[in-house]
C-alpha cells in the first residue's frame, strides 16, 4: 500500500485506537477511527504545542469534549511524544494506569480538561478561550504578542444536546470568542442508534443563532485539505467562535463502520484484522507505529519545541521592559498569591455591627479584588443579590459592545449556573486566571455536574452561593436549599463553608483562595449575622472551633452559619434550666477533618453529649453530634423570622431539643465524642 | 376614564399585583404587570378553564416559567373564581398560606407544576404536552376528541437561558408537539439590568431550529387584537410548538416602567397611588377589584363550566361505547394502578442465577409493561445500558417520521438528561401517564434542578439510574457516582432504592409504583448479583431487613446493592477469626425510616456495633452504623473486581474493619443502636 505518511499517520491512530480498546476489552473505538483525520490534520498542522513542556503558556488548548474518544487523544499524546507510552496504551483502562477510561488532565500529561460527562469539554473550551482572550488583553504589549493561542475542541452530538453546552455556547456567541473553534462529528450515531430518533435540529443554524461562523466539510473521512481550509478559514474570523461539521464515518474501517456497535464497544479479532490488512499493517502485530509516523510527529513536536523556543526569547525581552507584567505573569502560573494579599482580609470584633454574610463576602472582594488581579468575578444574573461585583470592576466583553472589554474581570454569565460551573473550570484551566462566581446556594445545584468535575480536576474555583437557607425568606421552597451542603459535603475534593460571621467569611476566603486544588463552596446569608466572641481568622481557618467555652458544660451545641449566633442565644435560656453549654462552630468539615485528632477532640471532647443545629437536612451531622435538630423536610415562604419561627431555630426551639438531649444521654457512662473512629476512612 | 373592562380588566391584574408584593413588601411585581394584556387574552379568549374543577382532565394546561412572577397567576385565579381568595392575595408570601413566593403546584387549586427555578416550567409543559398527544393518541375514538387541550407556557429570558430549556425545546421541536404554546416576555431586562449585558442570541432563529413555529408581537402592552391573533395562529399549527415573542414593558404603568428596578422589589407607596391614578382606581384603597371585572370573568368561567359539561355529556358517552378505555382512562386519573400488576413483579430463589441489577430492573418492565398501560418510558441515550426499552415498546414519535407514533410509550429523550427529568415532572403532572426514564447514577445529578421539583411537587417519577458505583469498572471516576446517594437521600420526599437482588429491585418498583406522590431513584448495578438467602419482596418492602440472622452475634454488616452480597461472603471470613456477624440489607432509607421503631430495633439491635458498607461517599451512615467503611475519595477507571480490590471492598478488606470495629466497641457496655434518638426530626 502506498499510502503517504499522512494517510499512514492518520491510519495508525485508527489502528492504535483499535488495539487499545480491544486490548482493554472496553471502550469506544468509533470516534477515534472517525476522527483520526481531523485530528491528524490538526495536530500535525495547526496546533502549537510543545510534547516536552505541557504547561506552555501560549500552546494551543484542545479539549475532547467527547471524552469517552479518549483512545484517541492517548494515541495522539503517544505519536508526538508525550510522556505516553506504549506501554500507556497497552494499560488503557486499567486501574493506576495513567490512560483511564475518560481524560483527566490531573492524570495525563498533554490532557487540559477532564472530560467524559457530556457537554462539559466545550463549555470548559468557552472558559480557556475566555481565559486566553482576558491574558491576552492584560498583558500583551505592542510587539509583544505573549498569549494569542487557540482552543480547539472536538465534540459529538451528545455535547450538543447538552443543556451546559448550549448555555456556555450561547455565552461564547455573545463574548465573540475569535480564538475557539469546535469541530463537530456528525457521525449520525449515538447510542441509542441514529441521531433522527430525537435530534433533528438544524444544529449549524442554533449555532448562527448564537452568533458564531459555521462551516461544513463533508467528507471528513477523507478530505484533509477540505478540513484544513475549514480550520483556516476558522481562525480568520477574530470576533465569532466557528464551528465546524464535519461528517465523518463512526468507526471508519471496521467492518461494521457507520453504525453503533462501534460505538462503545471494542472491534472484534477478525475486524481488527481486516482493518490492519486495509491499512498495511501486520494483522498479526499489536501496538505498532511505523517508524516513518514516529518521524513525521517528531518532526512536528521538534518545531512545536522551537515556537516555544521562540516565545521564551519574546518572553525574556518582555521581562526586560515589562518587568512587573513579567512577574505577575509568571506567579499566576505557579498559583500563588501576591505577597501579603492576606492583610487586606476584613477582621472584625464583636462589637462590629451585624452584617449578612453576602455583604460579607462582598467586603472582601471589595478589599482583595484589586490586590489579587487573577481574580475574574462574575454571577448567573444574580449581581445584585449575589453581591459579587467589586466596586469600579469592568466587564469582561467585546469591546465593540461598548459594555467593556477583554481585560475586565466580571463576567455577565446570564442565568446559566451549569455554563458557569464548566465556564470557570476552563477559566482556571487556563492557568492564569482564579475564577468565582455568584448564583444562590440552591441554584449550585444545576451545576452539579460541573462541580463534581471541579473537584475531581483539582481547580481552584469558587461559589460565592448566597441565600443559603430558609432565612431567604419570602422566595420559598423552591429557592431554600435543604439537601445542598450534604450533597457536596459528599462530593470528595471540594470544601463547603457556612460561615457564621464575618472572620469566618474571611476564614473561608483564605482557604478557598490558599487551596490551589480544591474548589470551594461558599454559602452566605441573606439576613444579618452578629459577630462573635471567640471568632477569628486563625481559628475560623482550622474549619471548626470553639466559639463558646464552659467549665464543665453538660452539652455542646454545633452549628454552622446564621444558626451559630442563635446557639449562643440559646446558652441563656438553658442556663434557666441549669444547664451549662458550650458552643462550636463548624464553619467546613473537610478542612476540620483534616486537622489533627488532637484538636478535633478539643473542639469536640469525649464525656458530653452534642447536638447540631442547621436548618437543613440533618444528614452527615451524626459525624460529629450525637443529636442532630435540621430540617428534613422543604422549608417555607414567609418572613424569614417567622420561617425560622415556624421550625422552632430559635433558642427555646434549641433549648427543648438541648434538653432532651442531656437527658437521653444521661445515662451512658463515658460518652465517646464522635471524633472517635474505629478505623481510618479512605480519603 | 372610559376604558372598556377589557382594558379594566389588564389594569385590575397590574394593581393587585402592585398590591400583592407591595402588602408582603416582597416579591416580583414587573413582569405581572408587563404580562397583564396578555394573561388576560389568554384566559379570557382561549383558556379552556373550569375554576371549579381544576383537575378536570381536558382543561388547557398554563404554566408559569417564569415562576416570580406569580403575583399574576395567582390574581388570575382569583379573578376567574378559583380557590385563592383576596385574603389569599393579602397573605402572599407569608408562612402557610396558599400563595408562596413562588407557585407549587400542591399547594394552590389551579397551579399545574411548581415553577420559580428557572427554565423548569417551559419543560415541564412540554412533558405536559407530550402528556397530551399521548393520551389522545391512546384514549381519543372517531367522534370522540376527549383529549384535545393546549398547553399554554409565559417564560421570560432567564427560562430562555437555562440549559434545562434548551434541552426541552429541542426535544418539542423533534416530537412536533403542536399543541404548546409558549410565549416570552420579551422586556429586555434581567437582574442584571439589560439582555444585552449576556443575552444577545437570536432566540426565534434558534427555535426555529428546533422546528418550532416561531411568531412576533411588537407592542404586548396595548395590542390586545395582535396577541389574540398571534395565539390564533399558533393554534392551527398542528406540527409544530410555537413560541410568541411578545414585546412588553417590565412593570408598565410605574414609574419605573421599563427598568430592572421593577423586576424583584415591590412598587414604592407614591409609584402605587400613581398607578391607581392613572388605572381609575382609588388610590387609598387596596386590593379592590372593580364588579365588572368580577362579572366579566365570571362569565368566562360559566363558559368553562358549561364546556366542561358538554366534555361530560361525551364522556358518558364515550363510557358507553368503549367501557375499558372509559375505566381506564378513569383509574389512571385517581393514580390507582391496575387491579393485580403487583403479580407480575417477578420472584427470586437463592438458587437463581447471579443477574445485575439493571437486568433485573428489565425483566420486570418487560413483566409490568403490558399491564401498567399508564407506563411511559425513556432514557437519555442509554437505552442499551440502562435495559429500558420493554420488549415490543413502540416509540413515541411523530408518525411522520416513520418511527412511532403518539401513542407509543418510550421517549428517545437524547442526551438530555435535565430536560428529560423536567419533562417527567411535566408527565407526571398531566394525570394520566406514569414516567420512567433511565440514564446512569451519576448523570441524575445533571438533572438534580429537576429531581428536586419532583420531590417539591410531590410527583411519581422514576429514575432508573444504571451504573451505579465504582462497580461500572472501566468507564472510571468521570462516571463513577460518589455522592449522589447522599445527595438524593437528604433531599425529602425523594426515595433513593439501591437494591441487592431481584426480590429487593422488585421492591423498589413496587414501593415506587405504588407511592403516588414522592419520586423514586432506582440504584442498579452493572455487574451481576447473587439472591440472596433471605431477600423477599415483603422483606425488602421495608427498606431494611435482615439478610443473615445470628444468634450472640459481635457485629451487624449494614450494606446495600452490590455490596450485600460482599457483606454475606464475610460472614465466613470473620468466623475464621471467631466473629460472628449478622448482615443487614438496607435499600432504602426512607422507607426503613419510616417503619415502626420496633421493627427498626429488630434489625439493628441495641448490645452490638455496627459497620456500614457502601462503595461511596458514608456521608449519613452514621445514622445507622457505629462505623462506615466507604468510599470518601474519586474512584478508579479499571475492571469492576480490580477496583472493587485497589479499595479493598472484599471479605477480607471488609473483614478487617469489622474486626477493627469490634476492638473498638468492646469496652463499651450497654452499646446503644443508632436507632435510638433523643427526640424525633421535623420531615
Ligand atoms: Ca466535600
Ligand atoms: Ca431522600
Redesign the interface.
Known amino acids: 500500500m502506498g499510502a503517504s505518511v499522512e494517510q499512514l499517520a492518520v491510519n495508525t491512530i485508527r489502528v492504535l485506537a483499535a488495539d487499545a480498546t480491544a486490548n482493554?476489552n472496553?471502550?469506544h473505538p468509533g470516534a477515534p477511527m472517525g476522527m483520526a483525520p481531523v485530528a491528524h490534520v490538526l495536530f500535525s498542522k495547526f496546533m502549537r504545542f510543545n510534547p516536552k513542556n505541557p504547561k506552555w503558556l501560549n500552546r494551543d488548548r484542545f479539549v475532547l469534549s467527547n471524552?469517552?474518544a479518549c483512545a484517541l487523544i492517548y494515541t495522539l499524546l503517544h505519536l508526538y511524544g508525550y510522556a505516553v507510552t506504549l506501554e500507556d496504551l497497552k494499560r488503557f483502562?486499567?486501574?493506576?494506569?495513567i490512560t483511564?477510561?475518560?481524560p483527566?488532565a490531573h492524570d495525563t500529561p498533554g490532557i487540559e480538561v477532564?472530560?467524559?460527562?457530556?457537554?462539559q469539554g466545550i463549555s470548559n473550551a468557552v472558559g480557556l478561550a475566555i481565559a486566553q482572550a482576558h491574558t491576552a488583553a492584560t498583558f500583551n504589549k505592542p510587539g509583544f504578542d505573549l498569549v494569542d493561542n487557540y482552543t480547539y475542541v472536538f465534540l459529538g452530538?451528545?455535547?450538543l444536546?447538552?443543556?451546559?453546552?448550549?448555555?456556555a455556547c450561547?455565552?461564547a456567541?455573545?463574548l465573540q470568542l475569535g480564538n475557539l473553534i469546535a469541530i463537530w462529528d456528525d457521525n449520525h450515531i449515538?447510542?441509542?442508534g441514529d441521531t433522527?430518533?430525537?435530534?433533528?435540529?438544524?444544529?449549524l443554524?442554533?449555532y448562527?443563532?448564537?452568533?458564531w461562523q459555521v462551516l461544513t466539510v463533508s467528507d471528513g473521512d477523507h478530505d484533509l485539505e477540505g478540513v484544513a481550509a475549514a480550520i483556516k478559514k476558522a481562525q480568520e474570523v477574530k470576533d465569532k467562535p466557528t464551528i465546524i461539521k464535519l461528517t465523518t464515518t463512526i468507526g471508519f474501517g471496521s467492518k461494521l463502520q457507520g453504525t453503533h456497535s462501534v460505538h462503545g464497544s471494542p472491534l472484534k479479532a477478525d475486524d481488527i484484522k481486516q482493518l490492519k490488512q486495509a491499512f498495511g499493517f501486520n494483522p498479526e502485530q499489536s501496538f505498532v507505529v511505523p517508524q516513518e509516523v514516529y518521524d513525521f510527529c517528531n518532526k512536528v513536536a521538534a518545531e512545536g519545541a522551537s515556537k516555544e523556543q521562540e516565545w521564551n526569547n519574546l518572553l525574556a525581552k518582555y521581562a526586560e521592559q515589562y518587568k512587573e507584567e513579567y512577574e505577575d505573569l509568571i506567579r499566576r502560573q505557579k498559583g500563588d498569591l501576591p505577597e501579603g494579599w492576606e492583610k487586606h482580609l476584613p477582621v472584625y470584633t464583636p462589637s462590629d455591627p451585624a452584617i449578612a454574610s453576602r455583604k460579607l463576602s462582598e467586603n472582601i472582594l471589595n478589599k482583595i479584588f484589586s490586590v489579587i488581579p487573577e481574580l475574574m468575578g462574575g454571577?448567573a444574573?444574580?449581581?445584585?443579590?449575589n453581591l459579587t461585583l467589586a466596586k469600579g470592576t469592568v466587564?469582561f466583553?467585546p469591546p465593540s459592545?461598548g459594555?467593556g472589554d477583554y481585560s475586565g474581570r466580571y463576567i455577565?454569565?446570564?442565568?446559566?449556573?451549569?455554563?458557569m460551573g464548566a465556564i470557570m473550570n476552563g477559566l482556571a484551566a487556563y492557568g492564569t486566571v482564579i475564577p468565582y462566581s455568584g448564583t444562590f446556594l440552591?441554584?449550585v445545584?444545576?451545576a452539579?455536574?460541573a462541580v463534581?468535575?471541579s473537584?475531581?480536576s483539582q481547580v481552584r474555583v469558587i461559589w460565592v452561593a448566597t441565600h443559603d437557607s430558609i432565612g431567604l425568606?419570602?422566595?420559598?421552597?423552591?429557592?431554600q436549599p435543604?439537601?445542598t451542603l450534604?450533597?457536596?459535603?459528599?462530593?470528595?475534593?471540594c470544601m463547603v463553608w457556612r460561615p457564621a460571621d464575618g472572620n469566618e467569611t474571611s476564614a473561608a476566603y483564605y482557604v478557598a483562595l490558599t487551596s490551589k486544588h480544591t474548589p470551594s463552596i461558599i454559602a452566605l446569608s441573606r439576613q444579618n449575622l452578629p459577630q462573635l466572641e471567640n471568632s477569628t481568622v486563625e481559628h475560623a481557618i482550622k474549619g471548626g472551633y470553639v466559639v463558646h467555652e464552659q467549665e464543665g458544660a453538660d452539652i455542646t451545641l454545633i452549628s454552622t452559619g446564621s444558626e451559630v449566633g442563635i446557639c449562643v442565644d440559646t446558652i441563656k435560656e438553658l442556663a434557666k434550666q441549669n444547664i451549662k453549654a458550650r458552643v462550636v462552630s463548624l464553619p467546613c468539615w473537610e478542612v476540620f477533618d483534616a486537622q489533627s485528632k488532637d484538636y478535633r477532640l478539643s473542639v469536640l471532647p469525649d464525656g458530653i453529649?452534642s447536638?447540631s443545629v442547621e436548618v437543613m437536612?440533618?444528614?452527615?451531622w451524626?459525624?460529629y453530634a450525637?443529636?442532630?435538630?435540621?430540617?428534613?423536610?422543604?422549608g417555607?415562604?414567609?418572613?424569614y423570622k417567622?420561617?425560622y419561627k415556624?421550625?422552632?431555630f430559635t433558642p427555646e426551639g434549641i433549648a427543648?431539643?438541648a434538653v432532651?438531649?442531656v437527658?437521653?444521654?444521661k445515662d451512658?457512662?463515658?460518652i465517646?465524642s464522635?471524633i472517635?473512629?474505629?478505623?481510618e476512612?479512605?480519603?
Not at 483502562?93 to 494506569?97: A, C, G, I, K, T
Not at 455577565?412 to 455554563?419: Q, S, T
Open positions: 482493554a472496553s471502550g471524552g469517552h483502562r486499567q486501574v493506576d494506569s483511564p477510561g475518560h483527566e477532564t472530560t467524559g460527562p457530556l457537554g452530538d451528545g455535547c444536546q447538552e443543556g451546559v453546552s448550549s448555555e450561547s455565552l456567541g455573545h449515538t447510542i441509542d433522527n430518533v430525537s435530534f433533528t435540529e438544524d444544529v443554524k442554533r448562527e443563532s448564537y452568533g454571577s444574573d444574580l449581581t445584585g443579590s466587564d466583553q459592545t459594555l455577565r454569565y446570564g442565568v446559566r449556573e451549569h455554563g440552591n441554584f445545584s444545576y452539579a455536574g463534581r468535575l473537584a475531581l425568606g419570602e422566595d420559598g421552597p423552591t429557592h435543604i439537601e450534604a450533597h457536596f459535603r459528599a462530593l470528595p475534593n453529649p447536638l437536612s440533618t444528614l452527615g451524626e459525624r450525637h443529636e442532630q435538630f435540621g430540617l428534613n423536610r422543604f417555607a415562604s414567609g418572613p417567622d420561617v415556624k421550625f422552632e427543648k431539643r432532651a438531649t437527658n437521653f444521654w451512658v457512662p463515658n465517646r464522635p472517635n473512629r474505629a478505623f476512612q479512605l480519603i
